[in-house]
């Protein structure tokens, strides 16, 4: 769930945009690098955009009593890195901005830093570390694309408590007070969906593994001793 | 191919699906959506004085017309993914499979005649 339209005040609205458009930037220049360069890999970015599209699409209930949605940038931060997610994230806040009123034209940088960014670096530092420690393939991308979709909500419930501190002076008891409270809206109902977000994600990457590896290990997102011995041929 | 990691998953959105049911039927919880008990919790926190300072431009007038286009979100995500997955799955049948990879060239053709 993003924050609403018209719900962060003058000057924390300006002040994500600041900090997202540099990314969004950059993440820009290097999908229009890649595509130049890898042809062969533009199908494999449609999919990773799509399944961004579908996750953030689907409203779940939680074990809270209420919906929330997961976001599926992991899969496209642990491909592409976490620069071009931010720009395949615009893309699904912008739609759901303008025909569903979920979001906001003025919080989207806001939304942008969470679903965008924070998530997807986080999938991506998760995913590194994970196969760093030679963890099973499947069992790394569940947990880098789980820990991803929670920090999203974390970071929500982190700009609305700075935005909104109890008392309505920024101290850091104040933060912590309303922290307290968003945290328990957003990153509690999270839990859930943030595990089936995992557990959706990993099928997605075996199939790609099924039906595309190579470009995987032309990635660097795997190793080709990896790829052969997820498909079952070691050679 | 093993279907390990499908019966995982399956298991796992099994056990939510049943918390779901279970829950749905014993509690009169409302399934709202969390923004908009954040909303509450920024009243509570301002005491009611906060005013948005944007509105929507365009809301879907109605409960069907927002689901239409969450569905839409849906639909044109999954053809996407299944396209491309097809395409690959077939791609790599013709190519390594059934041997076509050369075939496929037009150098090769010539050479053929």
């Given at each position: 769930?993003?924050?609403?339209?018209?719900?962060?005040?003058?000057?924390?609205?300006?002040?994500?945009?600041?900090?997202?458009?540099?990314?969004?930037?950059?993440?820009?220049?290097?999908?229009?690098?890649?595509?130049?360069?890898?042809?062969?890999?533009?199908?494999?970015?449609?999919?990773?955009?799509?399944?961004?599209?579908?996750?953030?699409?689907?409203?779940l209930?939680s074990v809270t009593?209420?919906?929330s949605?997961p976001?599926?940038?992991?899969?496209?931060?642990?491909?592409?890195?976490?620069?071009?997610?931010?720009?395949?994230?615009?893309?699904?806040?912008?739609?759901?901005?303008?025909?569903?009123?979920?979001?906001?034209?003025?919080?989207?940088?806001?939304?942008?830093?969470?679903?965008?960014?924070?998530?997807?670096?986080?999938?991506?530092?998760?995913?590194?570390?994970?196969?760093?420690?030679?963890?099973?393939?499947?069992?790394?991308?569940?947990?880098?694309?789980a820990f991803?979709d929670w920090a999203?909500y974390v970071?929500?419930?982190?700009?609305?408590?700075?935005?909104?501190?109890?008392?309505?002076?920024?101290?850091?008891?104040?933060?912590?007070?309303?922290?307290?409270?968003?945290a328990t809206?957003f990153a509690v109902t999270q839990v859930p969906l943030a595990i089936m977000e995992g557990?959706?994600?990993?099928?997605?990457?075996?199939?790609?593994?099924?039906?595309?590896?190579?470009?995987?290990?032309?990635?660097?997102?795997?190793?080709?001793?990896?790829?052969?011995?997820?498909?079952?041929?070691?050679? | 191919?093993?279907?390990?990691?499908?019966?995982?998953?399956?298991?796992?959105?099994?056990?939510f699906?049943?918390?779901?049911?279970?829950?749905?039927?014993?509690?009169?919880?409302?399934?709202?959506?969390?923004?908009?008990?954040?909303?509450?919790?920024?009243?509570?926190?301002?005491?009611?004085?906060?005013?948005?300072?944007?509105?929507?431009?365009?809301?879907?007038?109605?409960?069907?017309?927002?689901?239409?286009?969450?569905?839409?979100?849906?639909?044109?995500?999954?053809?996407?993914?299944?396209?491309?997955?097809?395409?690959?799955?077939?791609?790599?049948?013709?190519?390594?499979?059934?041997?076509?990879?050369?075939?496929?060239?037009?150098?090769?053709?010539?050479?053929?005649?």
């Open positions: 769930m993003h924050i609403m339209e018209g719900f962060l005040p003058t000057p924390w609205w300006q002040a994500w945009f600041a900090v997202s458009i540099p990314v969004i930037l950059y993440g820009i220049y290097k999908m229009n690098r890649l595509v130049k360069e890898k042809r062969e890999i533009l199908p494999l970015l449609a999919v990773a955009g799509a399944f961004i599209f579908v996750l953030s699409s689907l409203k209930p009593g209420s919906c949605h976001t599926g940038t992991g899969v496209a931060a642990i491909i592409f890195g976490p620069a071009i997610s931010a720009v395949l994230g615009v893309i699904v806040l912008i739609y759901q901005a303008i025909f569903l009123a979920h979001g906001g034209l003025t919080t989207l940088g806001a939304n942008v830093f969470s679903m965008g960014i924070v998530g997807p670096v986080v999938a991506y530092m998760v995913y590194k570390a994970g196969m760093k420690a030679n963890l099973n393939f499947y069992l790394v991308v569940f947990l880098a694309t991803g999203t970071t929500t419930s982190v700009q609305l408590a700075l935005a909104y501190p109890a008392g309505n002076v920024l101290t850091f008891a104040g933060f912590m007070s309303s922290f307290g409270k968003f809206i557990a959706v994600s990993a099928l997605l990457f075996k199939y790609v593994v099924n039906v595309k590896s190579d470009i995987l290990v032309e990635m660097k997102v795997l190793e080709d001793a990896v790829v052969r011995k997820l498909r079952g041929n070691p050679a | 191919m093993s279907r390990k990691l499908e019966l995982i998953v399956l298991a796992i959105v099994l056990i699906a049943v918390q779901f049911v279970y829950m749905s039927s014993t509690t009169d919880a409302e399934y709202g959506g969390a923004d908009g008990e954040a909303e509450n919790v920024i009243n509570e926190i301002t005491g009611g004085t906060y005013t948005p300072i944007a509105e929507p431009i365009w809301e879907p007038p109605s409960g069907e017309i927002e689901s239409l286009l969450f569905g839409l979100q849906a639909a044109i995500g999954a053809g996407i993914i299944g396209y491309f997955l097809g395409y690959y799955r077939a791609k790599g049948r013709y190519e390594n499979d059934l041997g076509y990879k050369d075939k496929s060239k037009p150098e090769s053709d010539r050479q053929s005649l």
